[in-house]
């Protein structure tokens, strides 16, 4: 690298007037700089040496500059140009072919000055390509726009269709609008042909302005913006985009659903979990097991408290109830599934504990439904022969393993279980029954909580019995919280920008 004595000297030198001692001292100036003309400190006295008044330094300067080998000393040539737009400097770099290779918005113009061909596939071409469609320069505008139009699907395409959302009556939108792109993610593809004014094809896709809402619920400023200035365009069919805030609580299962999915997809944990809170347990406890996979934790050290016993619940591990058990309350009923969680049950097939269920006495055959719960696919044909015993006890097993439906849903031809619409027994309806999972933790009462810490052990067993116990933590910190916020929906119908409620 030369010093900085040694380019000041060059300069001057270059600008040595003196007829005959003038052209010497260039003349040796400009050897030295020949010889370090990969230096990219040298690069620029090189172009300062186009412009001098001497027709042997012009010329020995661009042949410098045409011979340059080092990617460095091509990229700080190809910056110069980028910044100065002299034709002399573009002259050369389009006849030896330079690139650059750093910074990406000067390897994207001197690719497209060059026509050299860029890697379609890369998102981060995308915003200088579409800076470059608004160039002075028309060859590059020109080369930016085939470019683009050439980009297939993929991360790049979406890029460009991003650009196109932010700015939709700029070139962006006009090149995707053209040539039929859109985003590959369904709900960005809504926003993007809502923003772009293509409302035939918006409404084949959206027409209840689900995923818009979604959407625009994330979108910055200058976004949500564009998207008011299309409801506000006159068209009736946008009108209904513009809703009442609506309680989580008021929503349908199908809006419940689609929020957590849009939840789910922008991995955005903490309304999750703020959803779980909230939602009844055929909702959250699912939504759970998804926060426990993400290794992800509120930062609120009461809710940090809550979150992790809500854990350590679904986990199977003991929770330490407000008031402790005494001896006689221990659950023989647990203990009966926990048999068959281990030893040779556990390890016999689905088809043996079937054969040797038909004719088990009820004790050994809770057992067995806890290994057939550690097999058989819930709801499928190992539920239907737990549904078809005669003993009430497999029956319960059934239900608080996960492995049958909701008591209430079940129709039994025994004489034992009765026919009809649900299941005859106190224990079966009490303890297996949907209610768990179907309430509400902010509807909760201090008299509800009261009255499933009254539940008798065999309640607090299996799958339903970890619900039982989420649902004391959630419905404890609740009523003992006293206030707390609901989520609300910004929506006409479709669940979409969830936040807390003064």
Known sequence: ???????????????????????????????????????????PILVEALGVA???VMNRAGAALRALREQRAIDALCELWADSREDRLATIITERGYVASQPLAVQVLSALKCGARLALERADLVPPLVAALTDRDDVIRSRASGTLEGLPPGLARDALCN???????????????????????????????????????????????????????????????????????????????????????????????????????????????????????????PVLAQLRRAGWQPDEPELLSLYRQVLADTDGQLVHARKPPVESSESVFERWLAQ?????????????????LQNAAPVDGVAMVAALATKAKPGGAAAQAVQASPHWLIHLAGYVTGLCANASKITSTSTTTGVGGGDQNYWVNELAGASVLECWPGRATPADLE?????????????????????????????TTGIFDQMVVEADEVAGEFERAE
Not at 4 to 13: D, G, K
Not at 197 to 219: G, I, K, M, S, T
Not at 466 to 471: C, Q
Request: glycine share 8%; hydrophobic share 45%.
């Open 1 to 43: 690298m030369a010093t900085r004595e040694e380019l000041e000297r060059w300069r001057r030198a270059l600008r040595f007037r003196f007829p005959l001692l003038g052209r010497f001292i260039r003349s040796g100036a400009m050897a030295e700089l020949e010889g370090r003309r990969d230096d990219p400190d040298v690069v």
């Open 54 to 56: 001497d027709p042997k």
């Open 163 to 285: 650009a196109a959302i932010q700015d939709p009556a700029g070139p962006a939108a006009r090149i995707c609008v053209e040539n039929g792109m859109r985003p590959s993610d369904h709900e960005r593809a809504c926003l993007f042909l809502f923003v772009t004014r293509q409302l035939d094809a918006y409404f084949q896709e959206d027409f209840e302005f689900q995923n818009l809402r979604l959407q625009y619920e994330r979108a910055d400023a200058a976004v949500r913006a564009q998207v008011m200035e299309v409801v506000r365009s006159g068209d009736r069919r946008c009108a209904g985009f513009i809703g009442t805030r609506k309680a989580l609580a008021e929503c349908s299962e199908v809006e419940i659903k689609l929020a957590i999915e849009s939840w789910l997809r922008h991995t955005d944990w903490p309304r999750l979990f703020r959803g779980f809170l909230e939602l009844p347990l055929k909702f959250g406890l």
């Open 340 to 356: 068959g969680r281990a030893g040779e049950l556990a390890s016999a097939s689905e088809d043996a504990l079937l054969q040797r």
């Open 451 to 479: 009255t499933l810490e009254a539940a008798p052990p065999e309640a607090w067993a299996g799958m339903l019995g970890a619900g039982r116990k989420v649902l004391r933590q959630l419905m404890g910190y609740r009523i």
